[in-house]
């Protein structure tokens, strides 16, 4: 079956290292997109990208890049990590055109201490 | 850019009465207006939708209404059960143009 996943999970880091979340899709969306969940604040978008080599900023994009080499896969890096992005991510993708049913990998919890 | 507002943030019923949530968005341009449910530590799942050019729909014991000209939708559930708890949050889009907005979404419990 056709599935989205991340990796990691979860995952503790320190102020100022580097962090990358993966996210790979096997449905063959050209849309994908990546969401911050916190208490008070639902879902914020952070990046999408409706191509390969297309990546555009989100809501909450400061501190965060993404890259698009392939259809499968839109990995999340946060630069520097600072304790304000502790947060739970979810990476969804969409079929083309963009429209319709957002499907949600399961979220990695990441932790910046 | 598109701005959703979702309310109440919670919501307590006995199961078998009706829950109602709201949202309001800004741009009148949005034309696609999906609802997700996420029970503890899972990921959101739509489970009904509705596109501007219908005012009601329904599927089972949830409908969505929409009123464009008030630029406001609404979540009902009728005859809840216990397995209707979880967050609900409502979006909204330009449909084939802009990402989904999400609202802050809605805690409802179904006490039994």
């Known amino acids: 079956d056709a599935e989205i996943t991340q990796s990691p999970r979860h995952k503790i880091t320190e102020t100022g290292r580097q962090v990358t979340l993966a996210c790979h899709q096997t449905w063959n969306h050209n849309n994908m997109f990546w969401y911050r969940q916190d208490l008070g604040h639902g879902l914020r978008l952070i990046h999408y990208s409706y191509g390969v080599h297309d990546t555009n900023k989100g809501e909450v994009s400061d501190g965060y890049s993404v890259s698009r080499s392939n259809t499968e896969d839109l990995p999340l890096t946060l630069e520097s990590a600072a304790s304000s992005q502790t947060s739970v991510y979810f990476c969804a993708s969409m079929g083309y055109p963009p429209g319709g049913e957002l499907f949600f990998g399961e979220g990695s919890r990441l932790t910046v201490l | 850019g598109e701005n959703v507002e979702q309310h109440p943030s919670t919501l307590s019923v006995q199961e078998g009465d009706s829950a109602v949530i709201k949202c309001t968005y800004s741009?009148?341009?949005?034309?696609?207006f999906p609802w997700y449910k996420q029970e503890l530590g899972k990921r959101p799942q739509l489970i009904i939708d509705?596109?501007?050019?219908?005012g009601e729909k329904k599927d089972q014991r949830i409908a969505v209404t929409l009123n464009k000209t008030a630029k406001h939708f609404s979540l009902h559930i009728t005859e809840t059960q216990p397995e209707d708890s979880a967050v609900y949050f409502c979006a909204a889009s330009r449909e084939g143009n802009t990402p989904l907005v999400f609202g802050k979404g809605t805690r409802l419990s179904v006490i039994a």
């Open positions: 741009d009148s341009a949005s034309n696609y």
């Open positions: 509705i596109r501007s050019n219908v």
